[in-house]
Each structure stands twice: as structure tokens, then as C-alpha cells.
Nanobody, 120 residues
Framework: VQLVESGGGLVQAGGSLRLSCAASGSIGSIDNMGWFRQTPPRKERELVASIDNSGRTYYANSVKGRFAISRDNALNTVYLQMNSLKSEDTAMYYC??????????????WGQGTQVTVSS
């Protein structure tokens, strides 16, 4: 499975961006897809939002009410609509996917990342 993100960029605080993640390969093996973000110098990636094959979603408290994750199974694409952006949302955003067989909750696949920078 390959994941390719797009849609990052520079935006002013209060603005919006939409990230896209296109999946290719063995798509049928994928269940949950989501977005993580990483802000140097932190090494760990924070789960921002996720969505499973049934459409059930999860959001980090820090983005609830501002971000919305969606999935187009026909296009094998997951989106992250980010509104009311804050400077603390600045990070590298990574798309991730878990296989149906995953039993540890850690992503099996990662995209290359797309940078989001919010200027105050």
C-alpha cells in the first residue's frame, strides 16, 4: 500500500486547508486510515484524526470542532478539512493506514508527509 499526501502549505491563523491522502496498492487490506502530526523536536507523532471502514471517526481533543476527516472509498482517498487553524497546528502531517489484521494499533503504512505552517 502506498499513501501520497497533498494539500499542505502556508496559511494565516484562522484560515483553512484541506489535506488529501490517496491510497494505492492492496486497498482491500486497509481498515483504519488517519492523520498524524509531528512537530520538531518531538520524535513522537500525535494522532489527529482517524476514520475506519464503517465511517467511525476519532479526533484529538485539540482539533475537535475545527477539523473534519472524511473518506471516499471509491477514490481510495481520505481527507482532512482543517478550519480555524492556529499556530500550534503547525506541523508535518502524515497520512497513515492500518491493515484489517492489525492488532496493535500502530500504523502499518505511512505517507511521506506534508507540511502545514500557520502564521500568526
Amino acid at each position: 500500500v502506498q499513501l501520497v499526501e497533498s494539500g499542505g502549505g502556508l496559511v494565516q491563523a484562522g484560515g483553512s486547508l484541506r489535506l488529501s491522502c490517496a491510497a494505492s496498492g492492496s486497498i482491500g487490506s486497509i481498515d483504519n486510515m488517519g492523520w498524524f502530526r509531528q512537530t520538531p523536536p518531538r520524535k513522537e507523532r500525535e494522532l489527529v484524526a482517524s476514520i475506519d471502514n464503517s465511517g467511525r471517526t476519532y479526533y484529538a481533543n485539540s482539533v475537535k470542532g475545527r477539523f473534519a476527516i472524511s473518506r471516499d472509498n471509491a477514490l481510495n482517498t481520505v481527507y482532512l478539512q482543517m478550519n480555524s487553524l492556529k499556530s500550534e497546528d503547525t506541523a508535518m502531517y502524515y497520512c497513515a493506514a492500518l491493515r484489517l489484521s492489525n492488532n496493535n494499533g500502530r500504523p502499518d503504512y505511512w505517507g511521506q508527509g506534508t507540511q502545514v505552517t500557520v502564521s500568526s
